[in-house]
């Protein structure tokens, strides 16, 4: 049984559908890649399954572990074990990074968490989460926070900008240690390198999933820009 259901979500901000009928399940201890171009609707749907403010499907379920939380604030899913990294890594003034990765965690061994993302814990416990640490040092301790917390399910929502925070072999490391923490991952990303560390992949067009399996084969289809729906045309207004 899955452990995240999403049954046909709608969602249209303005007038203009983002998503349109979207279905999409992911396994528990699965890590799911999620590819699609700009536009396509990838974040939107990180938000919605992770409840951020304003965001709320029009129609459809999101299912976790069989609880429809379509209505659930955002703290409600993160105590029913959903955990999400975001495009733009936090900023937390006055919160020192140690504080940071033990409030609420069930580790109070944040050095370890740290080392597994490539930052050494004497130089980074007493420093904190705000802009005088680089973006791509952000983004390892919001990593190293979601490794703390071992989620059922990590959303890691990787930039479409082109600015690649981590390098490959971080965030696969990264997967391999949710991985063997029992954590799903859906993991949204525009790197086919990284993609093919999932154990199954979906490419979204249009606001709806085109196609779901294989990952080399997904993951082909994505760089050649075909899905089985627009037979080689992307369908988002880009």
């Not at 259901?5 to 890590?31: C, H, K, Q, W």
């Not at 999932?198 to 820009?225: E, L, M």
């Not at 729906?229 to 988002?236: F, L, R, T």
Request: charged share 25%; net charge negative.
């Amino acid at each position: 049984m899955s452990l995240l259901e999403l049954r046909d979500i709608t969602y249209t901000v303005s007038g203009r559908t983002i998503l349109a009928g979207l279905t999409l399940a992911v396994e528990a201890g699965e890590v799911h890649a999620l590819l699609g171009s700009n536009g396509t609707g990838k974040s939107t749907l990180a938000s919605l399954i992770m409840g951020c403010q304003g965001y709320q499907p029009d129609s459809g379920d999101i299912v976790f572990a069989d609880t429809l939380i379509n209505h659930l604030k955002i703290y409600e899913r993160a105590l029913l074990g959903i955990s999400m990294a975001w495009q733009e890594p936090a900023r937390f003034e006055g919160l020192r990074v140690r504080d940071y990765l033990t409030l609420g965690r069930v580790t109070d061994q944040p050095e370890s968490t740290l080392r597994l993302v490539g930052l050494e814990p004497s130089r980074y416990l007493s420093r904190m989460v705000d802009r005088s640490l680089s973006g791509g040092e952000r983004k390892r301790i919001e990593l190293a926070s979601i490794l703390a917390l071992r989620p059922k399910l990590a959303i890691l929502d990787e930039p479409d900008s082109g600015i690649d925070l981590l390098s490959t072999d971080d965030i696969i490391r990264v997967l391999d240690h949710l991985r063997c923490a029992g954590s799903a991952v859906l993991l949204i990303t525009h790197r086919d390198e990284i993609a093919a560390a999932a154990d199954q992949a979906s490419q979204i067009c249009g606001g709806r999933i085109v196609c779901t399996g294989n990952v080399a084969q997904v993951t082909a289809d994505f760089k050649n820009k075909k899905c089985i729906s627009c037979d080689g045309e992307v369908c988002s207004d880009e």
